[in-house]
Each structure stands twice: as C-alpha cells, then as structure tokens.
C-alpha cells in the first residue's frame, strides 16, 4: 500500500536553518507580516523576503498560494517557498496551502517554519493527500522513488500537534487505501486480491469475513451471482465490522465492487474500456472509509459490506433477457448485462440490512454514464429516502470540500422498469438513466432504514489533477462519510 508522506512536528530550532538541505517553506500574512522563524530566513538571505513582501508581484499571489526563491544565498537549501496565509486560516484554506506546500517539495525535503500558525493538522492533511503518487508497476530509477522524503513541520507545541493530526493523517492513509485500490489493474486486483487486502485489515482492528460463492447460493444471492458467472475469477462478499461505540444499531456502508466491467454480453466500446479498473470504486472508498475509522480508533459502529465480482462475456455469462431472483426474493429481467453494480448492489444491501439491522445505510457505485452527463466530474450524483440524512451527509462533503449534489427520486420513474415477465427490469431505458438506477435501488431498501445511494461515477477517477489528488484515483468519498460518521453516529466526549 502507498503510505502517506512522513510529517513530523518538531520543537523551533531557528539556528539549524542555515544548514537544511532541501527546501524550506515560509509563511507572511496578506499584509506582509511574517514571524520569527520567517525573519530569520529573511536575514540569512540578505532581505530578499522582504523584497518580495513589498514588491507588486506580492498582492497578486492568493491566500494559500506562495512564490518560490530559487537558491536562496546564504541558505544550503535549494529554494524557499513564501507562503501567503493568514495566522488564522479555516480548515480549506489550510489544507489548500499543504496540497501547494506538496507540489513545491516535489521529491524534496521540506522544512516548514510553522511558528504559531493554527490548523497546522489541517495544513499537514492537505500536503499528505496531494503528495500521492501511484507507482507500483513503475519500472527503473528514474521513473519509482525510493521512500519519498519527509516533511517536518516546526511549531511551538510539537507534542500536542503531533497528537491532533494523528485522526487526520488516519483520514489520509484510508485516501490512500481507496486510490491505490481504484489505480490497480485489474490483472492484479482479481476479487480474490481484492478480498485478501481487505481481510489483512483484521491487523489494525476490523473484523472481517468473506462470503464465497457456495455461500451466497444458500442465501439466494442470484442477483449477484448472475453477473459474475462469465468469469473465472470467483464472485465474493466481503464484510468489515468496526465496533467502537457501545450498543447502537451501525452505520452501514455498501459498495459496488466489479473489478472489472466488460459490459457481459452488452459489450462496451473498446475506446476507454480500460477504464473499466476502476467499476469497483464504491468498494474501494467504503474500504477507505473502514480503514480510516479504524486507524483513527471511532468511537462509532460501522459495517461495510463490499460484493466483488468481475463481469465478463464468458461461455456462461448472463444474456440479456434472463431473469434472476434477488436475495429478497423479488425476480429481475435483465435487459442489459452492462447494468450489472444494480444487481450486485441489491443482493449486498438487502444482506446488509437482514443482519446487521442499521441506524442508516450508504451505498456507493460506480454506477451510471448517466450522472457524468448531467453533473461532470465535479459531483456526485446524491439519492435518498430521507431528508435529514441526505441533509446531514450534503453538509459534510461541503465541510470536507467533495462536491455533491442532491437528485430525485419519485414514484413516477418506477412505471420505466416494469417488466413484462418478472417483478421489475434492470434498467429503464436513456432518460433518467441515473434517476431510475437509483429507484431500482430503493426496492431494496426496508422501509424504516434511511439510505442514501452515491453514484460516483464522475468523481471516483479523473482525467486532470484535483486539490488535493495528482489525475487519476481521487478517493472521493471518504472524506465526507468519515466526517458524517464524526457527526452523527461516533460518541462524543
């Protein structure tokens, strides 16, 4: 697994300045205002950041954003970053400085002269999340880094800092754990590898167990199983338990884990069908989110339930036009094998529900092209049963700067997936196409459970960088439902 950067907080040393090798960060308020440890760096190289603080060029720079000085005199570092961030700044903006602070060191040691800057935490999140790089099938020296090099943060009060970022640099080690899942090929994240990284999570505390195939039959998972049936690799369910709290009900999270999706029978386009690795996102950020909660010792129950399967046009894959009978007993005419996470999903929830009985469930997929169109990379598409928790969720993605935004569900969709020959369709034709994806999903939801469905599929892998993430696996998600979990369901103090 990639590991976050190292960050370590230390006591002020003004005199081992001179000597940093690497690159040293500063920070100066709007008005130019800088601390001591930010003079001291003025005086070694002769005025040069004062110069910069009362030059023109300095109120065009951003709060958060900063100008470099390259081979400073009188310092050994290479260069010196000047930051321009008030001593006060909100948790966005100190993590937009640490995503910036990340790009400038590059390869490099940093040394940041925090002096008595507040959300250092914060600031220490943002530069670990935009730190990450995916280099696991890189070859040679040039191209995979040995351990990246670390970043100390000096402060007044290293020992209480170090301790308020350990919950945050938790949080971004479960980013992590999502991206690299959602980054891996899918000739090397098979269900069976999928399942094996899950369950080796049984070391920082989670309990879990898989399903295997023989399993599933018993509890009549044919919905599931329906879709995994041309491949080789096996179909699996996996089940993460963290108990933190005392007896409550848990907070379920369910994710849609297809390792790779060909289409089945309704074969994709070969243009971009590589990108089909990352149809297993759901499961991916429901695993971070696991991971997290568990690093960072929640003091909140949470289950995540995961259905692993590969779809693949195999000699016995589904076809269009078979009917399968769901965990629920409710029967299924498949009309498109290419909507397949719907029928993984329903058999995992109803799972789910029949045995852990949640306070609320989330479920999370890759879902539909449906939503890319109508709200691009920048959102995912939010559907829920219930508006306190739709409510309590939107407010925490906003907190931790991962957009969503609430679509509709109605009575009226669900005439598009009457079928003629079984109790429902797996799809309800071009329009709505999200819409009425997420109404198939709610016929398997109890009536007293809140839910809300996530579909992520223009947020889970992008084309460019992000804040806080290089292109590629953003681990979009996970932020915001440990936030909720923080909010609503962990014990407070």
């Not at 001179?18 to 130019?32: C, L, Q």
């Not at 695993?287 to 909660?293: E, L, Q, S």
């Not at 920048?378 to 309590?392: L, M, R």
Request: aromatic letters at 6%.
């Amino acid at each position: 697994m990639t590991k976050p950067i190292a960050i370590f907080f230390a006591e002020t040393h003004l005199d081992d300045i001179r000597e940093v090798e690497g690159k040293i960060a500063i920070f100066a308020t709007e008005d130019g205002k800088i601390d001591t440890g930010a003079r001291r760096v003025n005086r070694l190289t002769r005025g040069a950041v004062l110069r910069l603080l009362e030059a023109e060029r300095w109120g065009k720079v951003k709060p958060g954003e900063g100008v470099v000085l390259g081979f400073p005199a009188g310092l050994a570092a290479q260069a010196v970053m000047v930051m321009k961030l008030p001593r006060r700044p909100d948790v966005a903006l100190a993590r937009k400085a640490g995503a910036n602070l990340a790009k400038f060191k590059s390869d490099e040691a940093l040394l940041t002269l925090g002096g008595n800057i507040t959300r250092l935490d914060q600031l220490a999140l943002g530069l670990a999340l935009r730190a990450y790089a995916f280099t696991d099938h890189k070859s040679g020296d040039d191209d995979k880094a040995e351990e990246p090099e670390a970043v100390t943060i000096m402060c007044g009060k290293p020992d209480e800092m170090t301790e308020a970022a350990a919950p945050a640099l938790a949080l971004a080690e479960g980013v992590f754990f999502t991206r690299d899942l959602v980054s891996e090929p899918a000739n090397v994240l098979t269900t069976t590898e999928f399942a094996a990284r899950l369950s080796a999570m049984t070391d920082i505390g989670l309990k879990v167990e898989t399903l295997e195939e023989k399993d599933m039959e018993k509890l009549g998972m044919g919905a599931l199983l329906g879709v995994g049936q041309g491949s080789d690799a096996p179909s699996k369910l996996v089940i993460m338990t963290w108990s933190g709290g005392a007896d409550e009900a848990p907070l379920a999270l369910v994710g849609k884990g297809v390792v790779f999706d060909t289409g089945g029978i309704s074969l994709k386009p070969a243009a971009g069908m590589e990108d089909m690795t990352m149809d297993m996102g759901g499961a991916g950020v429901v695993a971070g989110v696991m991971r997290a909660v568990a690093l960072r010792k929640a003091k909140a129950n949470v289950v995540g339930v995961v259905g692993l399967v590969e779809n693949m046009p195999g000699p016995n894959a589904q076809r269009p036009g078979d009917v399968v009978t769901s965990m629920k007993g409710d029967t299924i005419e498949v009309i498109n094998t290419d909507a397949e996470g719907r029928l993984v999903l329903a058999d995992a929830m109803w799972y789910t529900q029949d045995r852990f009985k949640p306070a609320a469930m989330v479920d999370l997929a890759t879902l539909t092209g449906a939503i890319i169109i109508g709200l691009g990379h920048e959102n995912a598409g939010v559907f829920s049963n219930d508006d306190a928790f739709c409510t309590a969720f939107l407010k925490a993605a906003e907190a931790e700067g991962e957009g969503a935004w609430r679509m509709p569900l109605g009575a009226a969709y669900d005439k598009m997936l009457k079928s003629g020959i079984a109790d429902m369709k797996n799809v309800g034709g071009r329009p709505a196409g999200s819409i009425t994806a997420a109404q198939f999903l709610q016929r398997f939801v109890a009536e007293d459970t809140p839910w809300i469905h996530l579909d992520i599929a223009g947020v889970a892998s992008v084309k460019s960088e992000t804040a806080y993430a290089p292109k590629g696996a953003t681990g979009w998600g996970v932020l915001a439902l440990d936030r909720l979990i923080r909010d609503r369901y962990e014990a407070k103090e």
